[in-house]
């Protein structure tokens, strides 16, 4: 079948409500700084009540990773969950208005469509309180053939992986790309995901994945090891790629036996971590789909995350395909 898509994500089709909060408003809900905890709906409305002005577009974080891909230039396709309700348009409007083939039909009943209450710090760090909703009801007939087989790369969201359901819509995208000679890709998500299912995760990995991201706590969990050198050599087996983000240290890209260190990429003012790791994945698949070398996928990663980092939201506010021309000279 020929190549139409460069990429295609499957994920948690959610809208990000965003918003500015001090360090106590964190701290007297008890919330881990930083990290991602599920709420059912009655704690996302109220959650969402006590919050001042918000920024509300559609996320997710392979929803953001497709967005940067669509910014880089890339020919894009996402599979996921929303319910036929007034968020549910926002989304599919939002996704495909950046380029984006987006078919998954929407539920005409039961849970709403997803939410993430995004609180971002003075630090602009970003603890994400989440709603699932109806993306959950992703399963394996919701997997399109004809997109995988038609996609470079499959690239599959952490945080989808919970119910039997998507981890059997996982598999058969993986089952389908392979059968295609197309590759597979998965990010970890967060530690928090990584804890939760590492044994089932640690399988996916070794069995299904071509192209790994994680960053440094999500490794280091994965393998249950205290050092970032011992995590490397233990993943080294399993992927043909593994990228994996240490922050303000850069990354580290494992590529054809061989690690490769990129420079994280300079920024003014960091003013809203959200979407960073995501941004990064779209960088550096764009630049593997395009065949450059790891350190050059490493940079575009490196350029995504940067200017998302710099505003607030976890997609490109510019267009990342003239930053790469402009400041990397790639043309993509």
Not at 88 to 94: A, L, R, T
Request: net charge negative; charged share 25%.
């Amino acid at each position: 079948m020929t190549e139409r898509y460069d990429i295609t994500g499957i994920g948690n089709a959610i809208v990000d409500v965003i918003a500015q909060v001090g360090d106590d408003f964190i701290q007297n809900k008890d919330l881990p700084k930083g990290g991602m905890t599920l709420v059912d709906e009655s704690q996302a409305d109220a959650l969402y009540q006590e919050l001042g002005p918000a920024i509300e577009r559609s996320g997710g974080s392979a929803g953001n990773t497709m967005a940067g891909v669509a910014s880089l230039g890339g020919r894009g396709a996402y599979i996921g969950k929303v319910k036929d309700d007034q968020l549910g348009e926002v989304f599919g409007h939002d996704i495909r208005s950046g380029g984006i083939d987006f078919r998954t039909p929407a539920a005409k009943e039961g849970p709403e469509t997803a939410r993430c209450l995004v609180m971002v710090t003075p630090d602009a760090q970003r603890t994400m309180c989440t709603y699932l909703g109806a993306c959950v009801g992703l399963g394996p007939d919701d997997v399109d053939p004809d997109l995988i087989e038609a996609s470079h790369v499959t690239y599959l969201e952490g945080y989808l992986w919970d119910r039997p359901e998507a981890k059997q819509a996982f598999v058969r995208a993986a089952e389908i790309a392979h059968g295609k000679g197309r590759q597979v890709s998965l990010t970890l998500s967060d530690p928090f995901c990584v804890d939760r299912h590492r044994e089932s995760f640690k399988e996916l990995v070794a069995g299904h994945i071509d192209i790994l991201f994680a960053n440094e706590a999500e490794i280091l969990s994965l393998y249950q090891v205290e050092r970032f050198e011992d995590a490397l050599e233990a993943v080294k087996p399993h992927c043909k790629t593994v990228a994996l983000t240490r922050s303000e240290k850069g990354s580290v890209i494992l590529h054809g036996g061989q690690a490769f260190e990129v420079s994280a990429e300079r920024v003014d003012k960091v003013v809203d971590t959200t979407g960073a790791g995501d941004l990064y994945a779209a960088g550096l698949l764009m630049g593997l789909v395009r065949g450059l070398p790891p350190t050059q996928c490493g940079r575009l990663g490196a350029l995504a995350a940067a200017e998302v980092i710099s505003h607030v939201g976890g997609r490109p506010d510019t267009s990342l395909r003239e930053l790469a021309k402009q400041r990397l000279q790639i043309e993509l």
